[in-house]
């Protein structure tokens, strides 16, 4: 699992629309095996099918 996360965070690092890639959860802690554990942070635009935020409809 090591070898694949450090594939993405290489493969993100050279991604100009990547402003940065955020280890976390069990990858940190050293588990072996999890859900999550890497948070890619984008440039804002328009991915298609992608909806990134909701604005609230609460005030």
């Known amino acids: 699992m090591i070898r694949e996360v450090e594939s993405v965070v ?3 690092q050279k991604d100009d629309d990547v402003l ?14 999890s859900d999550i554990d890497i948070c890619l942070v984008l440039q804002p635009k328009d991915y298609p099918n992608v909806e990134l935020f909701k604005k609230s409809s609460h005030t």
């Open 10 to 12: 290489r493969k993100a």
């Open 20 to 33: 940065a890639t955020i280890l976390f959860g069990s990858y940190v802690r050293g588990e072996r095996y």
